[in-house]
Nanobody
């Protein structure tokens, strides 16, 4: 059974940093892309960042460019999201996602596996 488990969320103040982690089990994603999405209350799930199998190609939502960094550790079958300069509008549940191909796409429907999410709350 494939599982993606996120961790690292929490309550922080504006300007602070957080590092989200996503550990995969049940299959290896070393040849697939992985990414992060988020969903705020009352809003649709939105793309945050994604990386190809070795992190060589990455993509970011405009709203997080320059502040967030996605990275991979295939030895650990994990993906991370370093979030700096957090803003109240970054408050959301953050989800880890994994595809079955090595390509990047901002659509949630592209990703086959999902974690349960971790809450990030940024106070002003």
């Amino acid at each position: 059974q494939v599982q993606l488990v996120e961790s690292g969320g929490g309550l922080v103040q504006a300007g602070d940093s957080l590092r989200l982690s996503c550990a995969a089990s049940g299959r290896t994603f070393s040849s697939s892309s992985m990414g992060w999405f988020r969903q705020a209350p009352g809003k649709e799930r939105e793309f945050v960042a994604a990386a190809t199998w070795n992190g060589g190609n990455t993509a970011y939502a405009d709203s997080v460019k320059g502040r967030f960094t996605i990275s991979r550790d295939n030895a650990q079958n994990a993906v991370y999201l370093q979030m700096n300069g957090l803003k109240p509008e970054d408050t959301a549940v953050y989800y880890c996602a994994a595809a079955v191909v090595n390509a990047i796409a901002p659509m949630a429907s592209f990703y086959h596996y999902w974690g349960q999410g971790t809450q990030v709350t940024v106070s002003s």
